[in-house]
């Protein structure tokens, strides 16, 4: 062993690509006295310029910090140490790591997909010991059968099994999804956080982190790849031969000859241009099932049909993804024996007017997702749902809230958003949601069909969308981070507005100057339609931040009587208060001006206003100095655009 690692050391020395040689074990192995008798040689040879020797190192060097080059034709370092961890910090080279390198690359068939996976699980690892045993794991592996899967899968299979369980379990939901499905990360991570395969549940934020720590490292080993989709959202893809080995796995298309017993059951299928219309088979619905998903291609939704009167004996079923597919009914026995079932995700799906009264029973249901489906008009009963996370109607037909939905404390999400077919106004009274205590987003509708009078609640939010009243308004003490709000004192239809991003609030027929609170200081638009000035001369009277709001880019004022100003400085106020941001639309309706000149006051160095027509606006121009600008009549425009420059 002695003159073993004597001769490697001595033929390492002379390949100029190699500069960093460690020889690390044990105390008392002969580390010292091998970098002794290399010393004798080195003495004896005079072709190497200089050979730098450190014996027992301890911590990690640097070697450019110190002034030492290393590399081809420069100073070569050999040292003696008890950690290999250090070793493969420095990069030096080790000679068993390297034979058992070379053996893993001859195992992976110079495959690049199975070399790059290896690789990646392999980051990191420091023992011996460990590269030894991955390649014999390697070697165990049998999943695969013809050609490709006998040369790909068993190295991919490799990686997979050195995740821990919940990183296993975490993988395999990647593949409910179609092939070269760009997956949205935080949907993914949804996913995980419904079907409960995390630990962590303390909250949301946390598991979230947690999905997303998981991701980190399916990316890293190669399992997952990073990419984007045509909106620009943060997803993940699996390589087609990755998910083929995770359906192999799952047995998701067919039982493989080696089943395991310690990876879930799916049942997975993707619905192309060749399928017209499919059927449910019943044989295929076994008792072990943990995971249905049923997925239409995005530009044609496939029917499905549900045997009539048919009972899916799944008890161990816990995810159910029938998803942008058309569905006219579901019998109301469909779930009956499905009580384990945590996760129902109908989204898309056309047809289906009505869900069956036996999702009333699914105790264990923690997210029920039924965005998107275009013609669903009610629910039933969801009282008794109280494991309920996450409850999705958004773009539905739906006609009224659910009923027992304030029975459902454990919601984190309730989203009503986009549903225009509310058949009644309903008022939320104060103190509805005080048991809500893991509540973060709430939407409702924005044409004023659903009013919450509890602003408390946006407290703890971090996105809401819905209508307040303006009453409500000045108690808020904390806006949620994502917030688009519709203001209105009376129970009205509108706003007729496309709200096109977050932070943005609406104030419409409002009687302004009952008090004042302050706007959020991140708002990026502000509209204000019909309201009236109660005794006030600013805006700023009522909006007490009205003139640092510097994220502010778009003010849109309509039919506002009783108000003369925007804002007004006071001679005291420093000339830097009014940060806006590089320009803001003020788009002002004509019947303000009339013959008595409106006056906007504002602290900037701008000039006495031009006007230029434009496609029935006025863009009024910052052109000297000044600090008022006089809106002088104009009957001709529906509205004035004015845009204000930062003076520099």
């Known amino acids: 062993m002695f003159d073993r690692g004597l001769k490697a050391i001595w033929a390492w020395l002379v390949i100029d690509s190699i500069s960093n040689i460690g020889i690390y074990g044990m105390g008392g192995v002969g580390k010292t006295t091998l970098a002794k008798h290399i010393h004798n040689h080195l003495l004896e040879r005079t072709q190497f310029k200089s050979v730098l020797i450190l014996d027992d190192v301890w911590q990690e060097i640097s070697f450019e910090k110190i002034g030492i080059p290393l590399g081809a034709n420069k100073c070569r370092v050999i040292l003696t140490t008890r950690s290999l961890v250090l070793c493969n910090r420095m990069s030096l080279l080790h000679e068993d790591v390297e034979e ?12 690049p997909l199975g070399i790059i996976t290896v690789a990646g699980s392999l980051r990191g690892v420091n023992e011996i010991c ?5 390649l014999e794991q390697l070697k165990a592996c ?12 068993p190295i991919l299979e490799w990686s997979f099994n050195r995740l821990n369980k919940c990183e296993r379990n975490c993988f395999l939901h990647c593949c409910l999804y179609p092939e070269d499905w760009k997956i949205k990360i935080k949907g993914l991570i949804d996913l995980f956080i419904w079907a409960e395969l995390m630990s962590n549940r303390e909250s949301w934020s946390k598991a979230f982190d947690e999905g997303q720590t998981i991701l980190n490292k399916l990316i ?28 192999r796995i799952t047995h998701g298309n067919s039982k493989p000859k080696s089943s395991r017993d310690d990876v879930p059951r799916f049942l997975v299928k993707s619905l192309g241009w060749s399928n017209s219309k499919v059927t449910l088979e019943p044989k295929k619905w076994t008792q072990d099932l943990h995971a249905v998903s049923f997925y239409s291609d995005m530009f044609q939704h496939i029917k499905i049909e549900v045997p009539p009167a048919w009972s899916p004996n799944c008890p161990k079923l816990s995810t159910l993804c029938l998803s942008q597919v058309i569905i006219k009914e579901i019998p109301d026995s469909f779930f009956r024996y499905m009580c384990g079932l945590k996760v129902l995700n109908l989204s898309r799906c056309q047809g289906i007017t009505d869900l069956p009264n036996s999702v009333s029973d699914l105790v264990n249901l923690t997210a029920l997702i039924l965005r998107d489906c275009n013609d669903l008009r009610s629910v039933p009963p969801l009282g008794k749902l109280k494991q309920l996370r996450d409850l999705d109607l958004s773009s539905t037909e739906i006609e009224d809230l659910p009923q027992g939905w ?3 404390i454990n919601l984190e999400t309730f989203n009503l958003n986009q549903c225009p077919t509310f058949s009644r106004k309903i008022i939320i009274p104060k103190g509805t949601f005080s048991q809500f205590h893991c509540l973060q987003r709430l939407f409702f509708p924005l044409d004023g069909m659903v009013r919450v009078n509890d602003s408390e609640v946006l407290n703890q939010l971090k996105s809401f969308i819905g209508c307040l009243s303006f009453t409500d308004f000045y108690k808020i003490t904390q806006w949620p981070n994502y917030y688009i709000i519709y203001i209105n004192d009376i129970l009205t239809e509108g706003p007729f507005y496309d709200f096109e991003d977050w932070q943005q609030l609406y104030f419409h027929q409002c009687k302004l100057g009952r008090g004042s609170n302050n706007l959020p200081d991140d708002m990026k638009s502000l509209i204000i339609e019909e309201c009236e000035g109660m005794g006030i001369r600013c805006l700023s009277d009522v909006f007490k931040n009205f003139i640092n709001l510097s994220h502010l880019s778009e003010l849109e004022i309509k039919d506002l009587v009783g108000t003369e100003f925007l804002w007004q400085l006071s001679s005291a106020s420093p000339r830097d208060q009014l940060e806006v941001s590089s320009f803001i639309h003020f788009f002002v309706e004509d019947h303000l001006f009339d013959q008595n000149p409106a006056w906007f006051s504002c602290s900037h160095k701008i000039a006495t206003a031009r006007g230029v027509m434009l496609q029935k606006q006025v863009l009024i121009e910052a052109l000297s100095t000044s600090t008022k600008i006089p809106f002088k009549t104009c009957f001709f425009f529906s509205c004035i655009t004015v845009a204000i420059f930062h003076h520099v």
């Open 130 to 134: 460990e590269w030894r045993n991955a």
């Open 220 to 247: 890293r080993v190669c399992l997952l790849e990073e990419t984007k989709n045509f909106m620009g959202d943060d997803c993940v893809k699996m390589h087609d031969l990755v998910r083929d080995m995770a359906l």
């Open 100 to 111: 058992i390198a070379k053996s893993i690359v001859k195992r992976c068939a110079g495959l």
């Open 406 to 408: 304030e029975s459902l």
């Open 142 to 153: 049998s999943v695969g059968h013809d050609e490709m899967e006998r040369d790909v899968f």
